[in-house]
Nanobody, 123 residues
Framework: QVQLVESGGGLVQAGDSLSLSCVASGRTFGAYSTGWFRQAPGKGREFVAGMSWTTGDTLLADSVRGRFTISRDYRKNTVYLEMDSLTPEDTAVYYC????????????????WGQGTQVTVSS
């Protein structure tokens, strides 16, 4: 079992930056891939970024490429999402997810989920 806990959400203004963290417990990420998803009110869960824990390969959604960065810290068993140049369209609940395989962009392919952290960007 993997338990995921996100933190770092908040209320910011357009153009600001914010960093989210996702700490895993129960086991290390090992051969897992981790993903960040977001869900805005009335919308489905959208893939934002993914990372292979073993290779470090990353994948970013077109909507965030060039503004968001995903990274990891082995020692802390933590994955980060650095978000720059935020816009009101980035407002959503952000979720961390993990799966014991390569990066996937579909939420249904992830086995473990955090509780989510709210990011609100005002104009």
């Amino acid at each position: 079992q993997v338990q995921l806990v996100e933190s770092g959400g908040g209320l910011v203004q357009a153009g600001d930056s914010l960093s989210l963290s996702c700490v895993a417990s129960g086991r290390t990420f090992g051969a897992y891939s981790t993903g960040w998803f977001r869900q805005a009110p009335g919308k489905g869960r959208e893939f934002v970024a993914g990372m292979s824990w073993t290779t470090g390969d990353t994948l970013l959604a077109d909507s965030v490429r060039g503004r968001f960065t995903i990274s990891r810290d082995y020692r802390k068993n933590t994955v980060y999402l650095e978000m720059d140049s935020l816009t009101p369209e980035d407002t959503a609940v952000y979720y961390c997810a993990a799966r014991p395989s390569r990066i996937a962009t579909s939420a249904e392919q992830y086995n473990y989920w955090g509780q989510g952290t709210q990011v609100t960007v005002s104009s």
